[in-house]
């Protein structure tokens, strides 16, 4: 269970690694899924920790100064150079170079669409997934009533086990290639070069940043603690077919004061961050158990196969999803967990906005978390962002004062499009996953201050949005899922 931190980086990179080819799709450097140090670490390797610490893994644009040139390139330059004329030479190398620069172009152009096409259909799969693990975890008598916590913990396993996996994206052409330039003695370069080569493939950020940044979310967690804070979290009573995570309990069902809320908003963080960050180390330790029988996913599958497939079913998916929230019926019969109208409704909607946060957090991230290495601003602009535009839409589905206004709760389709943005595009905007893969990486110091404004933050945003409106209007249980 060895972190490998004093190479394992792939935000940064010493001489002796590999740099990955800069022009093979969008620059990665500013995706913590990516650069952040394999979550698995040793004790014994103690010495080695502050190497494999976020805060290290500094962007580098070209390779470092003692990187040495391949030996079959060198020979195989000197042969040109000796047997070519002059004016041949001075051609071939012109035509040679523009013909270069438009393969590096169209890859760089298929990458990028395969990526964006693998965030679009794992989105999807996500946000499906969370709204279905919430709906099983929520029964009379469950042990936790918040309904994002066993999403957070099953994203957070995953990201954890696809972090430390190195077996799944072996390529064979980069060991044979390392291998047949550098020696099988250099182990560290072998392994530097596949973790360069992971980071590069599409199937894998559709993943990390797709698959498991949209099952898990931030902002409902957050609104899980501040309806801790207003005791208002949902209390499964009664028999299964009344249970519901959207109605406003009744006084019968809240604590008899608001001293008991401290409790609450204490249980709420302890289980959801704790959980979370074992599942991380969970799934790393995982993956180095499982390591030996790991299979690895051929490379040629996934360039000839799987990733032209991914743009057509990304198109196909959203078109049909939109189709369906236009075409199907929208009626109010029955507001159990299971129902029709439930997952026409509002799971429907939320998969209509589910892509457009997960591909708006994925351009936050690489734009924004390079610009401060103690504090990935990337994702805390987008788990703040999503949490301020929770709080706006909980607030015009729960207000009694608008009505049935098309934009309110008391409108059916209002209704549904607002728990729409709030699980779909809020959902998938923030992520639970990579914030706490980042705690997980940082510094002790930088990590507790990372954590605690984050929360402190986006708690404080909803205290203000939602807080101001129960405390003085009151909160009303939205149209779509009254009884």
């Not at 071939?92 to 298929?110: A, C, D, V, W």
């Not at 493939?201 to 979310?217: A, D, E, K, M, N």
């Not at 109010?332 to 026409?344: A, C, G, I, Q, T």
């Not at 986006?458 to 949005?465: H, N, V």
Request: aromatic share 8%; with cysteine; charged share 15%.
């Amino acid at each position: 269970m060895r972190r490998f931190s004093s190479h394992s980086s792939q935000r940064a990179r010493s001489p002796q690694e590999p740099q990955g080819n800069e022009d093979d799709g969008l620059q990665m450097n500013g995706l913590d899924e990516v650069t952040a140090p394999s979550p698995a670490y040793d004790s014994s390797e103690k010495t080695l920790r502050r190497h494999g610490c976020l805060e290290n893994q500094l962007p580098t644009t070209s390779p470092g100064p003692s990187e040495p040139a391949r030996p079959h390139e060198a020979i195989a330059d000197a042969q040109q150079t000796d047997h070519a004329q002059p004016g041949a030479l001075e051609g071939s190398s012109s035509h040679s170079q523009q013909t270069k620069r438009s393969l590096r172009h169209l890859r760089k152009y298929l990458t990028t669409l395969y990526t964006l096409s693998y965030l679009i259909v794992f989105s999807f799969i996500g946000t499906l997934l969370r709204s279905a693990i919430a709906s099983l975890t929520l029964y009379p008598g469950a042990p936790v009533n918040t309904s994002v916590l066993w999403a957070n913990v099953g994203g957070s396993f995953i990201m954890g086990f696809l972090s430390e996996d190195h077996r799944l994206f072996r390529s064979k052409e980069v060991e044979s290639r390392v291998l047949t330039d550098y020696g099988a003695d250099d182990k560290d370069r072998l392994k530097a070069s596949l973790k360069a080569h992971k980071k590069t493939v599409p199937l894998y950020i559709g993943l990390t940043t797709g698959f498991c940044g949209c099952l898990t979310s931030f902002s409902i967690f957050v609104r899980d603690v501040f309806l801790a804070l207003a005791n208002l979290l949902p209390v499964p009573l009664g028999p299964y077919s009344d249970v519901s995570m959207y109605t406003i309990p009744g006084a019968a069902a809240r604590a008899p004061n608001g001293g008991y809320s401290f409790m609450a908003i204490v249980a709420v963080l302890a289980t959801e961050i704790a959980l979370s960050l074992s599942s991380i180390f969970l799934g790393a330790h995982v993956a180095i158990l499982l390591a030996r029988w790991t299979p690895a996913i051929p490379h040629v599958f996934l360039r000839r196969a799987l990733d032209p497939l991914m743009p057509i079913l990304a198109c196909f998916s959203w078109v049909a999803v939109i189709c369906l929230v236009i075409l199907l019926p929208h009626v109010h019969k029955e507001n159990s967990l299971w129902s029709h109208e439930m997952w026409r409704g509002p799971v429907l909607f939320s998969l209509v906005f589910a892509p457009v946060g997960c591909l708006l957090r994925f351009f936050l991230s690489l734009k924004l978390n390079s610009r401060i290495a103690s504090f990935p601003l990337g994702i805390f602009a987008a788990n703040i962002a999503g949490t301020l535009i929770l709080g706006m839409a909980y607030d015009l589905q729960h207000a009694s004062s608008i009505g049935p206004s098309l934009l309110g709760g008391g409108s059916l389709i209002g209704c549904r499009v607002l728990q729409g943005i709030m699980d779909g595009f809020c959902g998938c905007l923030t992520t639970m996953s990579t914030w706490v893969l980042e705690l997980s990486d940082l510094r002790r110091r930088h990590a507790y201050v990372y954590g605690i404004v984050s929360v402190a933050v986006a708690s404080g945003l909803l205290i203000m949005e939602i807080g101001s409106l129960k405390w003085t209007v009151g909160l009303t249980t939205p149209d779509c899922f009254a009884r």
